[in-house]
């Protein structure tokens, strides 16, 4: 009686699946694949979800604004993508979120990635990634597009204009560009340049170093286990803007506190970053103060 031999190399369950870690037998780590159940790809809900936020986003402003902020969107979770691939952890193409209320017309996208992130190393890469690829669009669209903005002058009628709070980052673009404003007159932004704000606005919520957004994954990969210090202090800070603010961030911190302030471990904290890491890690916090504004919405 005969029967077929085991294969020598077993199918694998997931397409991507990651490194994990578990304590070997010299107290390191040793790497073991992590077995996931596969899922099945609803590629008509990516599509649907980003035909719908097309359609949010051009009636909120248009459509070259809609064009503007979506590319933004999407290099930003592509960014997310496809390191989590390089470094296969599996990850869902982005699922875009549209809000059919003005004045922003989306509430951005997201990717589902696995929760086996085998380093810290791992971990800031993903989380980097991310807004670099969206800034890489949303600087120069907001260069091109204040340059295409012009000055109006104030009226007693303000219309349906809607008044910003102008991140650090545009006003030094502003001022590049047409010196001192003109006394009694507003900016009257242009659909690229408001899509530019929206970019910068969207990368400084992310870059906010608490829970699972991703600047709460770069800040736990900067200091591990001690990040939960640093959160605690920015939401803490944060609510205190939105207190004396009129409450802009008041739905974020709900949010936030929902999700939890601190971050989960990784497979394998011993990993340091290294000096390249973390000096882009201090940079994207330097980019975070540049483009995050206490007050975004005029009241």
């Not at 990516?46 to 809609?66: K, M």
């Not at 204040?146 to 006003?171: K, M």
């Not at 009257?188 to 340049?193: S, V």
């Amino acid at each position: 009686m005969s029967s077929n031999p085991p294969p020598l190399f077993p199918p694998r369950v997931h397409r991507f699946p990651p490194r994990a870690y578990e304590p070997g037998p010299n107290g390191g780590y040793a790497p073991f694949p992590v077995q996931l159940q596969p899922r099945k790809r609803k590629l008509w809900l990516h599509i649907l979800l980003f035909v719908l936020t097309v359609a949010t986003t051009t009636l909120a402003a248009g459509p070259i604004y809609s064009a503007s902020v979506l590319s933004i969107l999407t290099a930003h979770e592509f960014g997310h993508y496809f390191a989590a691939r390089y470094h296969r952890v599996p990850a869902t193409l982005p699922y875009f979120i549209p809000f059919p209320l003005p004045p922003l017309g989306t509430m951005g996208a997201v990717i589902r990635m696995s929760g086996y992130i085998p380093n810290r190393r791992v971990l800031f890469d993903i989380a980097a990634a991310g807004p670099i690829a969206g800034l890489v669009l949303a600087f120069p669209l907001s260069w091109v597009g204040l340059y295409l903005s012009q000055h109006v002058t104030i009226s007693g009628e303000t219309g349906n204009w809607i008044s910003l709070g102008d991140p650090l980052i545009f006003r030094a673009m502003q001022w590049l560009l047409f010196g001192a404003k003109p006394e009694d007159t507003e900016l009257l932004l242009h659909p690229i340049a408001y899509a530019g704000w929206v970019g910068l606005f969207v990368t400084a919520l992310n870059l906010l170093p608490i829970s699972q957004l991703d600047g709460g994954h770069i800040n736990y990969a900067l200091f591990g286990r001690r990040s939960k210090v640093v959160a605690g202090i920015a939401f803490l800070v944060l609510a205190i803007v939105t207190a004396i603010q009129g409450f802009q961030y008041v739905i974020m911190l709900i949010l936030l506190w929902y999700m939890g302030i601190s971050h989960p471990p990784t497979m394998n904290d011993s990993a340091e970053l290294g000096p390249g890491r973390r000096r882009i890690g201090v940079v994207l916090w330097i980019v975070f103060v540049l483009c995050f504004t206490p007050a975004p919405f005029g009241i």
